[in-house]
């Protein structure tokens, strides 16, 4: 069976500094893969997702970036926090286009909280 | 573009009364359609979901959500309200671009789900 994975769990980090979050699927192969964040009272908003290995679709601008070095590895980054930042985030797979690629699977999520 | 709305932020129903969770959606092509739950501090579990065919959809926890195209809705109901059915709802709205590829889900906001005892 598939499972996803997500760590940290949770992470406090200073304004300026570095974020490296990583979500990792087992038991699929070329799975299409989204972050996505949830900040409080806003729903959940689509950041980037990636059909294939360094393919990456960018929904909306801002000082983060994502990465897919190995198939089933995706990576969301930042240079430097910004306070507005902070929220949970979470990665989701879906399966290859034309295999039922329209239902996404979440995984634990991220608690980002920038001071 | 896509949207999804979700009526009321907050819906608070009693134990065993009927649970109806509103969703009304746009889309320039036929939509897929899907409702998430998400307990505190988890990620979302599907409910359900509508891509094609019958339109009244049954999901998990005695979930179900009926597709009106003409009304663009996809509302959420459950018989008889269970305490463990609190928790956050997403109705959420995609489609598959006819060149390959997935995009992503375009969510509502969520309607968090009070069971009064």
């Known amino acids: 069976s598939q499972t996803i994975h997500q760590w940290p769990a949770t992470l406090v980090q200073p304004v300026g500094s570095p974020l490296s979050l990583e979500c990792t699927v087992e038991?699929?192969?070329?799975?299409?893969l989204y972050w996505y964040r949830q900040a409080a009272g806003r729903g959940l908003q689509l950041l980037f997702y990636?059909?294939?290995?360094?393919?990456i679709s960018s929904e909306v601008p801002q000082n983060l970036s994502a990465s897919r070095p190995q198939d089933r590895q995706f990576i969301l980054s930042s240079k430097k926090l910004l306070l507005s930042d902070s929220g949970f985030y979470l990665c989701?797979?879906?399966?290859?286009?034309?295999?039922?690629?329209?239902?996404?699977?979440f995984g634990p999520g991220t608690r980002l909280t920038v001071t | 573009a896509q949207s999804v709305t979700q009526l009321g932020s907050h819906v608070s129903v009693s134990e065993g009364a009927l649970v109806l969770l509103r969703c009304n959606y746009s889309?320039?092509?036929?939509?897929?359609l899907f409702w998430y739950v998400q307990y505190p501090n988890q990620g979302l579990q599907l409910l359900l979901k509508?891509?094609?065919?019958?339109?009244l959809v049954k999901g998990i926890n005695g979930f179900e959500a009926e597709f009106k195209k003409s009304e663009t809705s996809f509302h959420l109901t459950k018989p008889s309200a269970h305490m463990s059915d609190a928790a956050e709802y997403f109705c959420?709205?995609?489609?598959?671009?006819?060149?390959?590829?997935?995009?992503?889900?375009?969510f509502g906001k969520g309607t968090h789900l009070i069971i009064q005892p």
């Open positions: 989701a797979w879906s399966a290859p286009w034309g295999r039922e690629s329209d239902e996404q699977y």
């Open positions: 038991g699929t192969s070329n799975p299409n």
């Open positions: 990636s059909v294939g290995i360094g393919q």
């Open positions: 889309s320039s092509v036929p939509p897929y």
């Open positions: 509508y891509t094609t065919g019958a339109t």
């Open positions: 959420a709205v995609s489609f598959l671009y006819s060149g390959g590829g997935a995009d992503g889900l375009t």
